[in-house]
């Protein structure tokens, strides 16, 4: 700043020192006023907003100590330093002006170089004060602005808040963790608890891409394991080497009663029993953070839980159980799993953890970003999420594309050999439907009998997998490592899709047929079983083709079970 | 001092000692320790037994080490760390990505 344009206030009630001021200071090109006592120096300071003040200690009026003080009060958001001037100070004067706040003392008499050099030296200081403002002004604004896009484009599109409650407390404005929620076109429900590394601004560099890629993949009806390779593909690509993100992943299976659960990185998930508070099962990280390599661990296998209606999924990250307290304990798990524990029998979870924490760290800033999430299992209250069946939007939809309707279409995909190791074709089918049909509540029910005849088309048929060892929650586990194994080595064998599309007045039809490469699976039983409505709630498997009949108008198998067709209806 | 480096006589060794708390206030010395030493195969041996306590941070710095070392086609081996960072080190599954030794 040129010096005509900082001003400096000398508080001093001797005139000739006033006067001699005033000279050396109007030297230097600083404009400058004047008062003889303290009082009148608060209003100077009001009218001049002065640059630099400069305090005789024993000026009348007001103590030199509370004018220092008052100015330093005055100067909230900037930075004016005071100078006190003195003949003598004795040890306990200078450290109360100190304490006033003034920012240096010099001592009469004094040389002209000497006096310059201060005022020189206390503007240096100003301007270092005045840069710290507006960077962390800056910041701040920048803050507030991540904040705000993080909590429109991140957060506001989950989902089931009332059934999936997410607490969160940052450790700055803005947090590294990331809490998203989502819902499959079957009905299912996806949870991420994703810990970026650090916190503040850099570690939101990935929270979007992140959001974008889990909603978007849901909503498209890939799977999770499909979900997680690619949003590790994207954090690999964005982040640099030292950060990455740590995350756990839910999906819960309204269909099966049954949560899947992926653990890179985090700590502990908990299963509770909400009716009697108990810790029931803990599922442990099992794969590094996302984000390190380019691809996945090649044995990557989900923790298969069966679910009850009494079940609640607890996910955290770090910043909860390394919560310090004044001597600079954490408060680790085993308080929060008995804060959780009692919160279940007081039916109030992130009231008796809050309390905990609170009581444990007082009032302690802390560290780290800390996020829960409780999933409350009980799928029938997600039921409710898929949208039922709006008559109004489907009319909208079937008046827009009726001028282009000419009937009845067909539709055929095979894959064979690696490619039905490496390509869900659903989604690809979904897709087609929808570019040709548009969006539409019905496809819903047809993504599950999709899903549902593909799974068993290359389980049973091409893997050749016996589906008994699934009636044990044991076996399922070693079912899917099973396939695993078998998809790896998959060299040959096929599956052929072929749909037929017809319009009706009242809706539509869709004939699904789907042969596959294998020699054919026990059907009857279950297809039996569904019909008189005999199927044992504790089979894990045939799940899947009691749906399929329930949501097909018919459903027939051929050739052993190697062959399939079925026909899908629907009204609009 | 919080973090030591040493070269063995065989110049195939660096032993990179961290003591105390290993998180970000370490980032410059820890890499000052290992970024010089350019020679093919070097084992960078980090001996955590004097260290209490590690965040992510730091094992962002590990994996900084470990991209160094693979460049160099060297390795890394962590040494002796305490329960607590071994606990850290457990929940990141780091033993996938380079070798500890308890």
Not at chain 1, 186 to 211: K, R, W, Y
Not at chain 1, 438 to 459: C, F, I, K, R, S
Not at chain 1, 469 to 487: H, N, T, V, W
Request: hydrophobic share 40%; glycine share 6%.
């Amino acid at each position: 700043m040129h010096p005509h344009y900082r001003h400096i206030l000398i508080i001093d009630s001797n005139a000739d020192n006033v006067e001699r001021l005033t000279r050396i200071i109007s030297d230097e090109g600083f404009q400058v006023s004047s008062s003889p006592d303290g009082m009148q120096g608060l209003v100077k300071y009001y009218q001049h907003k002065p640059d630099l003040v400069l305090i005789d200690f024993h000026a009348e009026g007001m103590s030199a100590i509370e004018t220092c003080h008052q100015i330093k009060a005055l100067a909230t958001n900037v930075f004016v330093p005071v100078l006190m001037i003195s003949t003598y100070l004795d040890d306990e004067q200078i450290s109360l002006c100190v304490e006033a706040g003034a920012d240096d003392i010099v001592f009469r008499p004094f040389s002209l170089a000497i006096f310059r050099s201060k005022i020189y030296a206390m503007f240096r200081i100003a301007s270092l004060y005045s840069k710290l403002y507006t960077l962390t002004e800056e910041r701040q604004n920048d803050e507030e602005l991540a904040e705000q896009l993080f909590s429109t484009v991140v957060e506001k599109g989950n989902i089931a808040k009332e059934h999936i409650n997410i607490f969160k407390r940052s450790a700055e404005t803005f947090s590294g963790d990331v809490q998203l929620t989502a819902l499959c076109p079957n009905g299912d429900i996806n949870v991420l608890l994703g810990d970026f590394t650090g916190h503040g601004l850099s570690s939101a560099i990935g929270a979007i891409p992140l959001a974008d890629t889990f909603r978007a993949m849901t909503d498209k009806g890939y799977s999770p394991i499909e979900i997680i390779k690619q949003i590790n593909r994207k954090m690999h690509q964005l982040l640099p080497t030292q950060m990455f993100l740590a995350l756990t992943m839910v999906s819960l299976s309204v269909n099966e009663q049954l949560a899947y659960v992926w653990n890179a990185g985090m700590e502990d998930s908990f299963v509770f029993d909400s009716s009697t508070g108990e810790l029931r099962e803990r599922i442990a990280s099992f794969h590094p953070p996302l984000g390190i390599s380019a691809n996945l661990l090649a044995d990557i296998r989900p923790i298969v839980i069966p679910l009850t209606a009494d079940d609640r999924i607890i996910l955290y990250s770090d910043g909860i159980v390394e919560a310090r307290n004044a001597d600079g304990d954490f408060f680790g798990e085993q308080r929060l799993i008995e804060a959780t524990r009692q919160g279940f029998i007081d039916k109030d979870v992130q009231g008796h953890i809050i309390a905990a924490l609170e009581v444990f760290c007082e009032d302690l800033p802390q560290d780290d970003d800390i996020s829960l999430v409780d999933i409350n299992c009980d799928v029938s209250v997600y039921q409710t999420l898929l949208p039922s069946n709006d008559t109004d939007k489907v009319a909208i939809i079937d008046d827009d594309y009726s001028s282009l309707e000419t009937g009845s279409w067909s539709w055929q995909m095979s894959l064979a050999g690696d490619k039905l190791a490496k390509v869900n074709p659903i989604p690809i089918i979904i897709n087609q439907i929808q570019e040709i049909e548009g969006p539409g509540d019905q496809w819903q029910g047809l993504y599950t009998v999709l899903t549902e005849l593909y799974v068993n088309a290359l389980d049973h048929g091409v893997l050749g997998l016996n589906s008994s060892l699934k009636d044990s929650p044991e076996g399922f586990a070693q079912y899917f490592q099973e396939k695993e194994i078998r998809m790896e080595a998959l060299s040959n064998g096929y599956i052929k899709i072929k749909l037929e599309y017809h319009s009706n007045a009242s809706g539509g039809s869709l004939d699904i047929m789907m042969i596959d490469s294998g020699s054919g699976f026990e059907f009857t039983p279950w297809i039996e079983e569904s019909n008189t409505g005999s199927l044992s709630t504790n089979n894990f498997s045939g799940r899947g083709i009691k749906l399929v009949t329930e949501l097909c108008q018919k459903l027939n198998y051929h050739e052993n079970g190697s062959a399939v067709k079925a026909i899908y209806n629907w009204n609009n | 001092m919080p973090v030591v480096s040493s070269t063995s006589s065989n110049n195939k060794d660096v032993l990179i000692t961290v003591s105390d708390r290993f998180d970000f206030s370490q980032y410059k010395l820890f890499r000052e320790s290992y970024c010089d030493c350019t020679i093919a195969g070097t084992e960078f041996r980090l001996d955590l037994s004097h260290a209490n306590y590690m965040d992510s941070s730091a094992l962002g710095m590990l994996l900084l080490l470990k991209e160094h070392a693979d460049k160099i086609k060297g390795k890394i081996v962590i040494e002796r760390p305490n329960d607590s960072i071994n606990k850290v080190l457990e929940i990141a599954q780091f033993h996938h990505l380079m070798e500890i030794v308890r």
